[in-house]
C-alpha cells in the first residue's frame, strides 16, 4: 500500500492543533444531523504501522443556512459553529462500532481480508 501524510485539525478551539501521521484513508462519509444544521464528517485512516485511526469533526451545514426558508438574523458563525472534534486510535478496526455501528465496521474489515481496499493496476 501507498501511504501518504496525512494532517488532522483536532483543535476545538480558534488555536490549531494538528495530528500528523502516515496513512491511508479507508473510509470517509459525511452525515447531517437531526435539525440539518451540522454536518458529520466521519473518517477512518490505517496508518503504515496498521492501527487504524477514527476522525470525527462537526461543521456548520452552510447549505441549511444559505437557503431561504432557514435565514436566521440571530445566527453567528463565530458562536454558532463550535466543531467537535474526536481522534482516536485503535490497533482494532472494532473498537470503532461505536462512533460507525457494526455493518459498516463488519464491511470495511471484509474488504481489508479480501485486499479489496487497494487494488494495483497495471493498465
Do not use: C
Given at each position: 500500500?501507498?501511504?501518504?501524510?496525512?494532517?488532522?485539525?483536532?483543535?476545538?478551539?480558534?488555536?490549531?492543533?494538528?495530528?500528523?501521521f502516515e496513512g491511508l484513508?479507508?473510509?470517509?462519509?459525511?452525515?447531517?444531523?437531526?435539525?440539518?444544521?451540522?454536518?458529520?464528517?466521519?473518517?477512518?485512516?490505517i496508518t503504515k504501522k496498521?492501527?487504524?485511526?477514527?476522525?470525527?469533526?462537526?461543521?456548520?451545514?452552510?447549505?441549511?443556512?444559505?437557503?431561504?426558508?432557514?435565514?436566521?438574523?440571530?445566527?453567528?458563525?463565530?458562536?454558532?459553529s463550535k466543531h467537535n472534534?474526536?481522534?482516536?486510535?485503535?490497533?482494532?478496526?472494532?473498537?470503532?462500532?461505536?462512533?460507525?455501528?457494526?455493518?459498516?465496521?463488519?464491511?470495511?474489515?471484509?474488504?481489508?481480508?479480501?485486499?479489496?481496499?487497494?487494488?494495483?493496476?497495471?493498465?
Amino acid at each position: 500500500m501507498d501511504y501518504k501524510e496525512i494532517k488532522l485539525n483536532v483543535s476545538n478551539d480558534k488555536i490549531k492543533e494538528y495530528k500528523q501521521f502516515e496513512g491511508l484513508k479507508i473510509y470517509s462519509d459525511i452525515f447531517k444531523s437531526e435539525d440539518e444544521k451540522v454536518l458529520i464528517n466521519k473518517r477512518i485512516y490505517i496508518t503504515k504501522k496498521q492501527n487504524y485511526v477514527y476522525y470525527e469533526r462537526t461543521d456548520v451545514n452552510w447549505n441549511y443556512w444559505s437557503n431561504e426558508r432557514n435565514y436566521n438574523s440571530t445566527f453567528n458563525p463565530e458562536n454558532d459553529s463550535k466543531h467537535n472534534i474526536i481522534f482516536e486510535v485503535s490497533s482494532k478496526l472494532s473498537d470503532f462500532i461505536k462512533y460507525l455501528g457494526e455493518e459498516i465496521i463488519r464491511k470495511i474489515e471484509l474488504k481489508q481480508h479480501n485486499g479489496e481496499i487497494v487494488e494495483i493496476l497495471d493498465i
